[in-house]
């Protein structure tokens, strides 16, 4: 029961402020903002910035960046009396091994390659970045009917991982009774593998700026939120000059716009739309029941129009030179698609390429293999793997789910047959059980069964948690509450599926 | 305003036809129909939250499975509780709990409180896959040393109910969901002890909790042979109790003043109230909801220094048992001696807040109209 007067939205910025979840913190933030000291307790323990806060190196333990020796990389760094945390993913996986350093920043190492500027994308990563907002003075001088019609035209489907047309939403927001509307920006990049909103935000923060205009304007909101991922701070510096060169053009164009960055604290969980709105609203993490969706009741129970970094970043494109173009860039759906390729390739990095293309010509443009190629996972942890011989599968949202497998976000990962697929699943299955939120039972409990399975196999070579797995993978799917409880068994389900023979 | 007129609608549960007002829950509409759909983390008090993933069912038109306890029914709305589809999941769901749940050596989930809803849905439900116990890694707050409360992480399923009663209802907010993932379990603010919080002891916890990992210390182990409803007499709002009561043994050592045995003797059985509870929410007047009062504080029913008789101090300084007549008798002289000596106004009459309204309005009568003076107080007006 919230007191009236409390300021709940600001109790994780000052639990940060003041160091985190340490004793007498708790008690200070409810001083300071009147919500429940407990509550904030609670808070703090959710975030892993929070909740394990210190000045300490950590390392990444996604599936790049163990298969390119993270293990080794922390023991070395153990050996010379660096306190190390192995930590979730952190998209750099074109710097694997990755690492953060005591104050969060990332520890140099060689940046990944992006693609050759052509005229056939929609986001040119490589172009020089555009602070004229030609597009948003378009989209006023055509109106918000014009512009959803360009996007329905366009094809444009949400780059996040769902795939959902992006028309749909727009025009659901616009159309709702209530005039307090808000946008919000998800710029939460966790996926594991996936680094492509990361580069949008560093080369061309304008094209996600100015996408985020078009959809105030047309959503009729008067602040953007942008949530963005805690661990991003070159992210975060460059959103912040771009904020300042955008803001006399918003003001010009559209009456000016309230933009507000919010940071993440270490949840993977927070990509997930509800559980990001719950901590922009300074709760839990905790994804919420869906329906009603965000569109209808979404930040603070108003309308709330959100969109991926890489959505947003489609539309300046598509409103300059119109939907027919865009759709036309895309092979078997449409438009132009970052791809994230990182694993046993020559050159890891974000690739520009039309939507529908196959794992080799991904590859190709990587600079080709590097070994024996086995497996790949198409679109981050969500997706599973897949053997070699589906490499001719278009990589698109279609094709891609027929196969049980997804889009997603398009973080491919190659791994080639130096890698056993039990050992992959596992560092698959042990992200999903530090990340589920323990909101509900089926991820909660699941997600720990699953990853205890592949253990016992691999530890003991002992199959009885294995004979569960498709059982227990079910359940979860029925059961969980979102989306990343109804996918978490999919690595090891899908290890045992194409490659049973590391099972044996 | 057309929220005053309350409109209908009907929907199909099981391929029944119930009619129910607009905005109803799946769940409400079902029971309306005694169609039995199994909750861990529903409570009619506090606000539905759908994540104990116990109360799934078929909706037409929807591709998920849903939480009727959330969904609300609507015109022409065809559900299903009784599908394998949901069979199975429920099945699967209790395997999962099982698996993370203190089990007894028949490999029964554990309750020590009031509820043992884990059990009793495994019970009915059945499991699906037999799975290994999943030891998550829980923090617990072993050296909570209030005198009441105890939680056991191992027998929580992490429904939260707790934490949303104490948020809720009683407007405390002492208790959390703390952690995240499968470490994920109840905490207060800094782990302190329950006494060291805004915590009022009401044990409103232990009531609501599905499976008994909320429960009164003083009650562990001790059984119920028989519930007696009574009225709690603490204050005047009236609160229904149900005090359970059971023949427990008595030892020398446990009880009586002072004298340190070292060993309790067992010496023969009493009857002893164990436990009290409320009566169900929306059945009296309490709504399921006790005070510290209430719910703990009921040793001096059975306490062997209870007055149970008049006692008037003799000439020896010692304390002799009496009739009533007696003991008025001496009060009255008593008092009628300082009207005398001093007037009425050197007296003053305080009454109970464990008094009945009659009766207090009958003690300022006695202090008014008998002796004479304003000087009369009850110790609730303060």
């Known amino acids: 029961m919230e007191k009236k007067g409390a300021q709940r939205s600001r109790i994780i910025e000052l639990l940060e402020e003041h160091g985190g979840m340490r004793p007498g913190v708790a008690r200070e933030v409810s001083r300071e903002t009147g919500v429940p000291e407990a509550d904030i307790f609670g808070v703090a323990s959710f975030y892993t910035l929070l909740a394990r806060p210190g000045s300490r190196t950590r390392v990444c333990q996604g599936l790049t960046c163990m298969m390119a020796g993270a293990d080794r990389r922390m023991q070395e760094l153990r050996d010379s009396g660096v306190e190390v945390e192995p930590v979730s993913c952190l998209g750099q996986c074109d710097r694997a091994p990755a690492a953060l350093d005591d104050k969060l920043e990332l520890v140099a190492g060689p940046r990944g390659a992006i693609s050759p500027v052509r005229e056939d994308q929609a986001m040119q990563l490589g172009a020089e970045d555009d602070a004229s907002y030609a597009a948003l003075a378009r989209a006023v001088e055509a109106g918000p009917e014009w512009v959803i019609n360009e996007l329905k035209v366009a094809g444009l489907q949400g780059r996040g991982g769902a795939g959902f047309p992006a028309h749909f939403k727009w025009s659901a927001v616009r159309g709702q009774r209530e005039p307090v509307r808000y946008v919000v920006v998800n710029a939460d990049e966790a996926e594991p593998a996936t680094f492509k909103d990361r580069e949008v935000m560093l080369r061309r923060p304008h094209l996600m700026l100015e996408g985020m205009a078009i959809a105030a304007y047309v959503a009729g909101a008067k602040t953007a939120f942008i949530y963005v991922r805690g661990e991003f701070k070159d992210c975060r510096r460059a959103l912040d000059r771009a904020i300042e060169q955008a803001t006399p053009h918003l003001d010009r164009l559209i009456g000016g716009l309230e933009i507000r960055v919010v940071e993440g604290h270490g949840a993977y969980i927070c990509g997930e739309e509800t559980a990001l709105l719950e901590a922009i609203e300074g709760r839990r993490g905790m994804p919420r029941l869906k329906p009603p969706y965000p569109t209808e009741s979404g930040l603070w129970g108003k309308p709330t129009l959100m969109n991926n970094v890489e959505t947003l970043a489609c539309v300046p494109s598509i409103v300059g030179r119109g939907g027919p173009w865009f759709h036309a860039l895309g092979r078997t759906e449409p438009g132009s698609k970052l791809y994230c390729i990182s694993g046993h390739i020559a050159r890891p990095g974000v690739y520009e390429l039309p939507l529908g293309i196959t794992l080799d010509e991904l590859v190709q443009e990587a600079g080709g293999y590097v070994g024996t190629p086995r497996a790949f996972s198409p679109g981050g942890a969500s997706s599973g793997f897949l053997p070699m011989s589906e490499r001719g599968v278009a990589l698109d949202f279609g094709a891609l789910a027929k196969l049980g497998s997804m889009m997603g976000s398009a973080g491919v990962v190659v791994l080639n047959d130096t890698i056993d697929m039990a050992q992959a699943a596992r560092w698959q299955q042990i992200f999903f059980e530090d990340e589920s939120c323990g909101q509900c039972a089926p991820c909660r409990i699941g997600a720990r069964v699953q990853r205890q399975a592949v253990d016992r196999w691999i530890d003991g070579k002992n199959r009885t948690g294995l004979a569960q797995v498709e059982e227990v993978a079910w359940e979860m799917n029925e059961g969980s509450i979102c989306g990343l409880g109804m996918v978490a068994s999919l690595p090891l389900q899908s290890a045992m599926k194409y490659f049973s023979e590391d099972f044996q | ?382």
């Open chain 2, 1 to 382: 305003m057309n929220q005053l007129i309350e409109t209908t609608l009907l929907l199909e549960i099981d391929g029944e036809q119930v009619e129910v007002p607009q905005g109803e829950t799946v769940l409400k509409a079902a029971r309306a129909l005694d169609i039995e759909i199994p909750v861990l983390c529903h409570d009619d008090r506090v606000e539905p939250a759908g994540c104990c993933r116990m109360c799934l069912v078929e909706i037409e038109g929807q591709r998920r499975l849903q939480p009727a306890c959330t969904f609300k029914a609507s015109a022409g709305m065809k559900v299903r509780t009784d599908t394998e589809r949901v069979a199975r999941h429920r099945r699967g769901l209790l395997s999962l709990y099982k698996a993370d749940h203190r089990l007894d050596e028949s490999g029964t989930p554990v309750s020590r409180g009031v509820h043992d809803m884990l059990a009793d849905h495994i019970a009915t439900y059945g499991t699906g896959p037999e799975l290994e116990p999943v030891n998550a890694p829980r923090v617990s707050r072993e050296h909570d040393t209030n005198p009441y409360i105890q939680f056991d992480p191992d027998a929580c399923v992490v429904c939260g109910l707790c934490v949303r009663y104490c948020d809720e209802v009683e407007a405390v907010s002492a208790i959390t969901l703390l952690g995240r993932g499968a470490s994920t379990t109840i905490g207060t603010a800094d782990q302190r002890n329950l006494l060291d919080t805004s915590c009022e002891l009401c044990g409103g916890c232990i009531a609501v909790c599905p499976t008994g990992a909320m429960t009164e210390k003083p009650s562990l182990e001790q059984p119920t042979e028989q519930i007696i409803r009574s009225t709690c007499n603490f204050c005047g709002v009236g609160c229904q109790l149900d005090l359970h009561v059971a023949e427990v043994p008595v030892t020398i050592g446990a009880t009586g003043g002072g004298s340190s045995t070292g060993a309790n003797l067992p010496v023969g059985t009493k009857k002893k109230i164990t436990r009290v509870t409320s009566p169900e929410p929306g059945t009296t007047v309490n709504d399921g909801n006790l005070c510290i009062k209430g719910r703990f504080s009921y040793e001096f029913i059975h306490h062997d220094e209870r007055l149970k008789e008049p006692l008037i101090r003799g000439a020896d300084g010692q304390l002799h048992p009496a009739s009533w007549e007696q003991a008025i008798t001496r009060v009255a002289e008593g008092l009628h001696g300082v009207k005398q000596r001093h007037g009425a106004d050197a007296l003053g009459f305080v009454s109970s807040s464990r008094c009945t309204g009659e009766e207090n309005y009958l003690m300022q009568k006695l202090s008014r109209a008998a002796f004479g003076t304003n000087n009369c107080h009850q110790c609730a007006a303060t």
